[in-house]
């Protein structure tokens, strides 16, 4: 098991106190909300805004954690020619921010974000094929219907590209 998910399991309750019963036979985990980093990008996906600017591609694999709780692997694939370079040549240093939530009946369960970097390999990897830029991001969830938000934008121009979709965990 990767450190993603072992990080993922180690979020999941272990105990009733931390789960807060919702309407509807869901729960939530009680404590806190996240701090975000990427205030600009979570107000893309508050106001529904819909861009391709920064095209993205999304798959989602799920990976049984215990009996009530499936890790929901999240994978966003960026392309490094779509990234623009601070030197305006060959886009190998470009970055980009990554921002998403999954929500439940109008409830964020979760938020995550990161940074892709076509240097640095920290919490993603490159494809096989080195022509795109891969964030993962496992996240611990009860089967059931859920919505999945995501924002990208590109740290040099400025481009965002956003990605819904409503996923149903088995």
Request: aromatic share 6%; net charge neutral.
């Amino acid at each position: 098991m990767n450190a993603t998910a072992q990080q993922a399991l180690s979020r999941i309750p272990n105990t009733r106190s931390d789960i807060k019963d919702l309407p509807g036979g869901s729960a939530i985990l009680c404590g806190r909300p996240p701090q975000i980093q990427f205030k600009d990008l979570e107000t893309v996906l508050n106001i529904g805004l819909s861009y391709n600017l920064l095209p993205l591609a999304c798959r989602i694999e799920y990976i049984q954690a215990t009996d009530c709780t499936v890790l929901a692997m999240i994978i966003v694939d960026v392309q490094k020619k779509d990234l623009a370079c601070p030197d305006g040549k060959h886009a190998q240093t470009g970055t980009a921010k990554v921002f998403g939530r999954v929500r439940r009946e109008k409830i964020v369960l979760d938020v995550f974000e990161g940074t892709l970097s076509a240097m640095s390999p920290g919490g993603l990897r490159e494809s096989p094929a080195g022509d795109f830029l891969q964030f993962t991001m496992a996240v611990p969830l009860f089967p059931g219907t859920y919505g999945l938000e995501i924002a990208t934008k590109d740290s040099e121009k400025g481009n965002v590209g956003t990605f819904y979709r409503t996923i149903t965990v088995p």
